[in-house]
């Protein structure tokens, strides 16, 4: 089953929602209303499986958020 919503905070309350649990979520960086950082760092209280984030970034920061995400304890897949 996939759920898809372009809002992070109803993301946020598609990942809340128990029993349901996300294998991946695939996020970009920029969010509207809400940074990509500050959504990972809830994301992890939903108990996420694995994490893709999306960025139009050079290297570096792709590298520096990722870094992030594995110190909020995400299983970060891999960035594109």
Known sequence: ???ETANPAAALALLARAP???D???SDLKLAGM???EFM???VKHDV???ILIAALGPELRAC???VARGY???LLGTL
């Open 1 to 3: 089953e996939v759920a």
């Open 20 to 22: 349901l649990r996300f």
């Open 24 to 26: 991946v979520v695939i």
């Open 35 to 37: 940074d990509g950082i």
């Open 41 to 43: 760092r809830r994301a």
């Open 49 to 51: 499986r694995g994490f």
């Open 65 to 67: 958020a990722a870094s």
């Open 73 to 75: 304890g995400l299983a």
